[in-house]
């Protein structure tokens, strides 16, 4: 059984930087491809960055590329989110996902959801 529980969202400043995290209080963690997905208001939720079952493989979404960082800690269930030179247009709830397929994961599906963590982004 998968349950995912987003935290660290908050408000910062443009030009700032974040960790959000997601821990699975599931058995099989490490068997599954991780991701990070976001909807902002008025949007659809997007895919934003991928992380294989081991973390040997990432996957971004352009508008992220070089700016944030997915990574995960099987020891602790848990997967984060680096966000550096945040802009306002990142401003969204973040939700983490899990599937069993890293390819179907990083092109946007997900069968696993949390409930998300806001994030915004200040001017």
């Known amino acids: 059984q998968v349950q995912l529980a987003e935290s660290g969202g908050g408000l910062v400043q443009a030009g700032g930087s974040l960790r959000i995290s997601c821990v699975d209080s599931g058995p099989n963690f490490d068997n599954y491809p991780m991701g990070w997905f976001r909807q902002a208001p008025g949007k659809e939720r997007e895919f934003v960055a991928g992380i294989s079952e081991g973390g040997g493989s990432t996957f971004y979404a352009d508008s992220v590329k070089g700016r944030f960082t997915i990574s995960r800690l099987n020891a602790l269930n848990t997967v984060y989110l680096q966000m550096n030179s945040l802009e306002p247009e990142d401003t969204a709830i973040y939700y983490c996902?899990?599937?069993?397929?890293?390819?179907?994961?990083?092109?946007?599906?997900?069968?696993?959801w949390g409930q998300g963590t806001q994030v915004t982004v200040s001017s």
């Open positions: 996902a899990s599937h069993w397929i890293y390819e179907q994961l990083i092109l946007g599906k997900a069968s696993y």
